[in-house]
């Protein structure tokens, strides 16, 4: 298949969180599977592209159609993709992206976002290369399927079929009206059938009626968007298309993300031989100042601090749970300043328990995983979430609430309940609880103390189930697979032999 990829993050090129580690799995998979990807972003910034790295520009300047009387020129550099045969395209045109900022401001992102998409588009059309498929990620992409459904629907990509995958929700890509007329996109987009929401226009809501299918990244995520608990305020749109929509777990990167072979650590371990996790442990306890104790249970955070995360909620709990019990917490984040500061203010209250560092910092985040007995994630939603899986590899047991992906991927501990099951032993990976509230989180952070201290042949059980888990991307890729083809035979469907929609 031709898959054309549509995103704004593209790791290690641009990440801001999971999309773009998503992104680039999917890409690197579906290429080794032998389909023929091309993944297109902005380039940020104007550093220079290194010619070693195989970086060369498209010989033309590409002619971006944004309306009959504006057309605006972009160029586009091509690199193979980290060795494989996926290509990546980044888009520079500086008046958008000079900035090295991935996301800047409303409502210029989505003038920013629109002019990509559009320049991807026609890109392919003057290269030739049709795509059979074009995959969008998130509200960045979301005006493919809209473009590809009226000003490009006559053109050869006007065939291909468009799979939008969310990744959050929460993010939706609101602009004003005047986006359709910068597109030149038909007046009746702006009505409620379509993408008019609370007098502007809604991106991702034009995506969800547009695309021929749709994705989100856990199957339970798949579920709760469609209650309005989750749904912010798109979940009627996203019950008119429940049977297009289904949700895909995302997978994780298995080689940056190995302790046996992880050059970021001071030591390296495995399930078989957990003596380098101690040496994890104690290295992490002495950089961080805390006191080094291999006994102490050690919880680890590495999150960007947003209300989503449910951080708050830990710390309002945190101070008592310091003062009474012996356990140390390693914290490593950053985002709202308020959150910031209060843990800041913990680390300095608590320095031999609690030790936080404000910033993104990837090799402590390894370092982190490596050294930690659990990770808590107490997320008010988790479209799918990665450290989990990596905290699981990396023989650190979850806490988390259980919502979207981390009720996929996290099974509770269940001691054992009969004299028949003790031999088999407990069964679990983690710590579950099932209300984003301070008191479940403080209840589900007691059990796994309990779990460290009085249970630690049940603590050996669950972390080697965790180190077993298989999260390599190869099943999920293969689903995509099967989506992009029925999304390619539903769209065939809906073409008529002179090209034209059936309607
Ligand atoms: P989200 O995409 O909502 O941020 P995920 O768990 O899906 O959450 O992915 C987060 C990714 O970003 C992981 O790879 C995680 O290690 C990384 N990450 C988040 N915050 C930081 C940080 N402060 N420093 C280093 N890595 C971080």
Redesign the pocket.
Known sequence: MKILMLSSEL?PFA????????VASLGKTLAGAGHDVRIVLPRYGTAPLATENGWTPHPHPVAVHLSPRETLFCRVWTAPFEGTAARVHLVEYNAHFGSPSIYTTFPADAYRFAFLTVAALDFCLQTGWIPGIVHAHDWPAALAPVVLNTTRRATPIGRAATLFTI??LQHQGLAPKDILRYLHLPGWLDTADNLECLGGINLMKGAIYHATKLTT?SPTYAREIQTPAHGFGLDPVLRHRSTDLSGIL?GMDTTS?NPETDAHLPARFSAADLSGKAVCKAALQRRLALRENPAVPLFGV?????D??GLDLLATILPDLLARAHMQIVL???GEQWLEEQYLWLARSHPDKCAV??????A???QI?AASDFFL?P?RF?????????SMRYGALPVAHATG?LADTVQDWMPPRTNADASAGATGTGVLFYDATAGALRNAIIRALQLYYDNAADFARLRRNAMARDFSWTRSAARYEGVYRDAIAARKGSVAADGGLVQ
Not at 302 to 306: D, E, F, G, H, S
């Open positions: 790791a990440k801001t969180g999971g999309l773009g580690d998503a990744h959050n990244v995302n993300w590495v999150a960007r601090l947003y989503q995360k490593l984040g950053k560092r404000i910033g993104f910092d990837n402590l985040a390894h995983e994630m997320s988790e479209p799918c979430g990665l450290n989990q899986m990596y992906g």
